[in-house]
């Protein structure tokens, strides 16, 4: 695909003087390697480093463009934190554990060990070409025994504080996969995130954590995230629901109007509408559904039933799906009126939220407007806006705020108060309470697959679910078993695995053959990376509390609940367990925009075109029908022929070229749209570097034995005068601090690497002219902030150029001399002071030019400058104007 593009070949480079990526790109990453120049260092006790983390990939064995983008990103901030001397801790690993690797065991028959360490390895050496600074020694991957074994340690621990929890479960079947899914991993369709099937339900005995205990920390803590991106912290607040409200008791009636005894508990955000319930509604698995039911409803309730255990929990819930429903044949007292309501069973009321139980109020709640008018059932108006009459009701349910009517004693109080006086009356009068209830629901953590994290626990019929003592994790995932794809786990079906003598009394018992949801391994990794080699312990308490929280983690928008949900739930309860001491493991998030390609598609028969079938990129035809074709920009995939493979990129450019282009063309959490002329634009930016740089060698320019540096410039500073310099040295300072300031701001804060790009560039340009006039020491300070500059932008090309002039002379190693051992320059304000400024000149209010004049002008001077200008005689013709608008600093008008 790469191969098709209008662009012209490069010519070939033969040239030493040219700049040629292929030539040194190889060399700076093995010179870098081995000379250990991304390990992480020691930290002095006591000591913070600085963590910069990138989510970590999955390793399908094919490194693409969104990688590479989430990758140089991170990059880039652990090498400007490395510049500005912090201990810089930038590790990467493998989120190794997962269905592709079973798939690819049951199609071609390969271990899915085998296939997922070829992958890594694979993805590894991708990885390598970019010039990212990781320190490789600490890689961890989640499939490997030494990483899973802490992983069912950690479970134990969930185990051991009654966070982990085993019950039967109406659960997420997935037909195609066979396995269970979370809510999360089903999408608003009601199909699986990863086949794509229509989810079904089951019931199955499974595996919980209980993250409800959490919901309030998680949701409180959300305000104190303030480097996050506000749409994540909103998506988690939403994700985590919280609302507050009433739990109301409605006493079930005899036919004739005794009390049985029995209540219905319902949940409520509006008790203030309670007069207006006209029925109250079950979830049709509400565990009184069976013995409320009468006789002659029994057949209509059962098929009912049947009918909504085959619908998906979207279905049910979904806000454009009709509402269907049946009565059970008995009936409900409203405590707060006495009235007698029927009692209803219907899809939209789920049986594990809330308490499976709701009150209908048609008046005043939508969805029970529309199942009422469906269903005939009363429509009580009990709230009408304030400073309106009883009619102001028409239509459909009025779900404002406004005054109560029809609602007895407290008629006329506002929807607010009312609020608070029903639930206390409530209380009062024992047929109720204040309840907070939240959307968040326990975390299914159990998975019917082989390739994932067994579960340590072992099922004894007389000690039920025993944990498997720590001294003999990890239990380890066997090797020899069969993949048919079909049914149970492979591991149900190993009985040489399965049977074990339980732990506690030694009676023969079987080991729990479901494995773990790889969220779970990939809700601490962050955590290993602090100490990766530990085999007592997950992590060393010292180690992890010295570089966690995350300083700066960076990844995609896809993983705003689900991965970053389950991290802070995972930290705060190890937290709580005194294993470490931060309670948010991520202090700032960046959530990076994706990659798009351009992508040809023919509006009428929906197809996607590869660009390699398109002849006239101007003019798009579909190659059969020669029909025009739609152009525009849309995430890479491979489905819509607009991926570009990054391997092409780097062969042909290098990975410097493609890294300034990924950092150039958007802010990092915009969507980023791939051009190619932009990425040559970017490559013969850093040729004209490479040719500056060449240019001031020729001239005998070098940066030997400290030229350039601050000391150097100081040390020439004090001997001339900040304030003599040579027109050409002041202005080549001034583009060297301006720089300065102005990157150093860009990667401050919100990350502006495409502005930071936009600086070097200009800087770039502003030398080339000055250079030649300047003073040796100032040519030098600035060959020297422009390589600095430079350097976690395109670390190779930084590298050699530093190299070249001769910097790294007095250094012994490359591990103390590197460029990339170097220290940010700070930007100097004296520099930045300027003895003239533009002015503008405008005739009649058109710009025509502009003149440089003395900073501290005043308006008569400035006009009499204007008057006297080129620019002036030019378009005036040697009249004089009838008036002269001065705005000062600014701009001067000539009205003819
Ligand atoms: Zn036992």
New binding site residues.
Partial sequence: MWEHQRHAVLPAVSDPSRYQPQAIEANWQRAWQEHGLHDTPELEPGEQGFYALSMFPYPSGNLHMGHVRNYVITDVVARVQRLRGRKVLHPMGWDAFGLPAENAAIERGVDPGVWTDQNIASMRRQLDQLGLSIDWQREVATCHSDYYRWTQWLFLQFFEAGLAYRKEATVNWDPIDQTVLANEQVDGDGRSWRSGALVEKRKLRQWFLKITDYAQALLDDLDGLEGWPERVRTMQANWIGRSTGAELQFAVVNDDGTDTGEQITVFTTRPDTIFGATYVVLAPEHALVPSLTSAPQRLAVEAFCDLVSRQSEQDRTAEDKPKRGVPIGAQVRNPANGALMPIWIADYVLADYGTGAVMGVPAHDQRDFLFARQYELPVQQVIIPEGSDEHAFEGGAWTEAGVLIHSGRFDGLTTTKAKAAITAAAEAEGWGRERVQFRLRDWLISRQRYWGCPIPVIN????GA?PVPTEQLPVELPRDVAFTGKGASPLAQLESWVQVA?P????P?RRETDTMDTFMCSSWYFLRYSDPTNNQLPFGRDAVDSWLPVDQYVGGIEHAILHLLYSRFFTKVLRDRQLLSCGEPFTKLLTQGMVQGVTYKNPHTGKYIPPSEVADADDPRDPVSGEPLETFFEKMSKSKYNGVDPAQVIDRYGADTARMFILFKAPPEKDLEWDDADVEGQFRFLQRIWRLVDTALERGLTLADGAGSAAAVRAALAVTGADNLAPADADLRRAVHTAIAAISEDLDGDYQFNTAVSELMKLSNAMAPLLADANPVFAAEALRTLVVLLAPFAPHLAEELWLKLGGRSGGDTLNTSSIHRQRWPEADATALVRDTVPLVIQIKGKVRGSLEVPADADKATLEQLALQSEIASKWLEGKAPSRVIVVPGKLVNLVP
């Fill in positions: 004894c019929d007389s000690c025993v339980c506690c009394c030694g009676k018992a």
